[in-house]
């Protein structure tokens, strides 16, 4: 080999981080930088030919439209109430499934199915087979407890797709809690045990500060997903009844595919991207740590 | 100090079983006819039909879908590790300064709302006359996962004592010969859950699919989306068709769950 | 076409052996409304006929396919070939140029069969854009059953106001007879026809003269108001989610003592495969409000060819197939005359079989007194009885249906709804740039 070592292995660097860098960074600046223009336009494929520069009119429009302020709003709730239920539930499937009993290897299989779903299936079943206010099964368990009957996505439509998006996202907290949880030294919940705690204390004075990085991990990763739940809404209410179930996501898509204003949608959008970037900001100085300093994770 | 009570197992079970009931009800109105699907009260004891699921077979589109799913995952899979494999590699055994940088900044991009960004991708496809085509969607499918990819196979090359391959380079073995004959056998397990996790999101993804295919190139999502409008109320079909769409997803799934923290978690947490 | 059907063709040619067998795919979006499925299936016909074409189906619900088609054709993507469009799109899309005009149709075809009225709705400047499938305006049906048991005779022109009467009388939900059913899903197409309609006779409009939305007038108040009190009293459950398939459904299945909405539907009453109300159904004029203009509406789904489509020619020969008199006879053997596609040939309603069914002068008659250029009292600038036949009104047709939807299933008051609809329609014209 006539070059230097150094450039060579410069060479191979690129050669090999290179493609994945490369496509990943058209992927990344090339619609967004179109977003930004389009934002910028008066442009709805409808009628093209009254496409032209109009500054921030399309903000300012957004801006002003009580209908997007309130999507946001709905968009941190189902956010934020998602979150807290697959939270908490993920922490008490993970403890339970942590212990050992008969075939709990099963049972973890089963609990963790959900996952793998995918959301359009997930919001068929549960908008057709469960909730359906006449041939669901809800309607008829509350109906033969002489309960009312509820029309659930017609009465409780966000209600209904945070238990939905609960579903399919509980496994997923019970997971990194029981990896977590499994990581954690013996001894330490046996001399807890010792000095007599009693269930409640081990809970909050050794598990939890011990899941707090994993609750910290999910916190963040599941805000990222639910930021742009799509499916469940679509296949469900279309986000409706009236506006009650209409998230930043889909007003977004109404603009876009339903109103074909792609000036609207493209300022809605970078909205969208602002919002995901906060978390996402706070995501990677938690994984950026990790990575100074590893062994600390649990 | 961990007991084993009957109260736990019950409770283990009992959980579990409420998770599944879903799919468990899915499971068991597909092998129903149309009108036991519909009984209220629900038919719990019920002699299994396999009409629903022949029907949907028979609707020869059908085949069309999983096809497309089929072609879409494991291609976009299959481009994935092309692309993540030596980037990987390269990060993990031989680190720069920038790598920490370029790894971070690969997570952001997988942070992108796809709404922010649907016109224009919807756009560029069209001028480029991807739009409802098996090979847009497969790019979309790949450039979606491939921050997953490159993250998942970094943190299990660092695992890979790095001593195997000081041995190996004192023989004299170049990149490829490192590659081909130390770090893949070591790697399989590695790179096969990340294959899976790549399919997996790639068959189950909606969005994309929803928007971007019409006709030619619509996979499984979309035609089970199409059972949304109840024309007539096909339950069981629904159900069978379903089943069919998610069963091998959530048999891989199974597999690959001691893999997935790490890959959903970049590492945060394993 | 695209890349992978090149790639698919390729294999297909290189399997088959023989390169020059050449097979046309054409690919039809369509309504997944019954009419629509009959022709589905008799199309097996048609390819038997045509060996060198296959036919390709996408079938979906209204705004399922109003969605995928609008899109398609606005960026010129190109996935369909045969669309089923109305008249709303063909005057605004034949304009644009985004449709194969259809010209030179063959003698045989006999267009001239074809209703002028329906023909003109489906043409700019006398060029014909899309073909009708079957065209529609709007009546009522009622079960003339349940109407005699309760005493209650239907007058020449009934009004909404007894229409309320009579629904309040007859609506026994005990026995799964809901006094009213009218659509409720939302959609311009969906509730919007009717609650439309039914705005415009009680005096209210979409647009003023200067395009400036009116939703929260006294007009729409009162008009939506009614709707809203009406369904929540005596319509069926759920009817939120119900739209124009849902309630054909209910209806026929005699769950419904009343019910407005397209005079198409009546032949799928006379089926006794799907209906239980064959022998009880009867048809009126739709009722009218405080004034008699837009009271019933005009619509025809027509088939259209896009101008991407690489085969127009072969499209539109399985278009003349479709709309055919001899397509017309076949549903008529098949099926029964009840269920052939109305509306669209004289030579349809010239069979002695056909115009002794109870609906068909009816459906005439509504159909030749449906103004579109007279929607409503007050004067306004666009043309159209449920819809205003702008590229806008898509948007804002939905905006109001999504409202009133929501008015209905009781998340807002009927003034909150009007307020969301009108900001909606105010942003949607405003970023159109006409004010």
Known sequence: MARPAGSRQRWTMLALVAPAVGVLL?????????????????????????????????????????????????????????????????????????????????????????????PVVAALVWKNMLMHPVYGLLSWLTSSLGLPVVDWLQNWPMTSIVIIVAWQWTPFAMLVFLTSLQS????????????????????????????????????????????????????????????????????????????????????????????????????????ARNMQNPEKFG | MKRTGLGTALLGHGLAFVMFFPILWMLLTSFKTEIDAFSMPPVLFYEPTLSSLNDVFARGSYSKFVTNSVITALGSTILCLLFAVPAAY??????????????????????????????????TFQYLGLLDTLLGLTLIFFLMNLPLAVWMLYTYFKEIPGEILEAARVDGAGVVEELRFILLPASIPGIASTALLCTILAWNESFWSLQLTAVDAAPLTVFIASFKAAEGMFWAKMSGASMLAIGPIVVLGWMLQRHLVRGLTFGAVK | MKLHSLAAALAVTLLSGTAFAQETRLTIATVNNPDMIVMQKLSTEYEKENPGIKLDWVVLPENELRTKVTTDIATKAGAYDIL???????????????????????????????????????SVEDKLYAIPFYAESSFLFYRKDLFEQAGIEMPEQPTWAQLEEWAAKLHDPANNVYGTCQRGLPGWGENMAIVGSLAN????????????????????????????????????????TNGHLENRTLFAAGNCATWVDATSAAGYMFNPAESKVVDTVAFANAPIGTVPNGNHWLWSWALAIPSTSPDAEEAKKFVYWATSKDYIQMVAKENGWAAVPPGTRKSTYDEAEYIKLPFAQKTLDAMNTADPTKATAKPVPYVGITFATIPEFQAVG?????????????????????????SASDRIMQEAGYY
């Open chain 1, 26 to 118: 058209i992927w990344m600046i090339v619609p967004l930088a179109m977003t930004i223009y389009f934002s910028l336009q008066r442009f709805n494929i409808l009628y093209p030919e009254r496409f032209g520069f109009v500054g921030f009119r399309n903000f300012q429009i957004l801006l002003n439209d009580p209908l997007f302020w309130s999507s946001m709003g709905r968009t941190l709730i189902l956010v934020g109430a998602s979150l807290a239920v697959t939270v908490i539930l993920g922490i008490v499937l993970a403890l339970v499934m942590e212990r050992e009993f008969p075939g709990r290897s099963i049972a973890r299989l089963m609990a963790l199915a959900p996952f793998f779903v995918m």
């Open chain 1, 184 to 287: 954690m030294p013996e001894e330490q919940k046996e001399a807890a045990w010792l000095d007599g705690a009693n269930p409640l204390q081990m809970f909050f004075s050794i598990i939890l500060p011990h899941l707090s990085r994993a609750i910290t991990a999910v916190v963040m990763i599941e805000s990222i997903f639910f930021l742009s739940i799509f499916a469940e809404i679509f296949t469900t209410t279309g986000g409706g009844p009236g506006q009650a179930s209409t998230t930043l996501t889909y007003i977004i898509y109404a603009r876009a595919f339903l109103e074909w204003n792609v000036g609207s949608a493209s300022a809605g959008g970078l909205f969208a991207v602002v919002l995901a970037n906060i978390v996402a900001i706070l995501l990677i100085r938690m994984v």
């Open chain 2, 90 to 123: 390269q990060m993990s055994f031989h680190p720069s300064k920038r790598t920490n940088g370029t790894l971070l900044w690969m997570i952001s991009t997988k942070m992108m709302p796809a709404v922010g960004v649907i016109m224009p991708i919807y756009l």
């Open chain 3, 84 to 122: 089923t469009i109305g008249t709303y799109e063909v005057p605004i899309w034949g304009k644009l140029g985004w449709l194969t005009p259809f010209e030179e149709i063959p003698g045989d075809y006999d267009i001239e069969d074809v209703f002028p009225l329906v023909r003109t709705a489906l």
């Open chain 3, 201 to 240: 006779t009680f005096g209210a409009r979409y647009f003023d003269e200067e395009w400036r939305p009116e939703l929260t007038s006294p007009e729409w108040k009162e008009a939506v108001t009614f709707y809203v009190n009406l369904m929540q009293n005596y319509g069926p459950p759920g009817a939120a």
């Open chain 3, 398 to 422: 939905t905006e109001i249906g999504k409202a009133v939807a929501g008015a209905l299933a009781g998340q807002t008051s009927v003034d909150e709804a009007l307020e969301t609809a009108q």
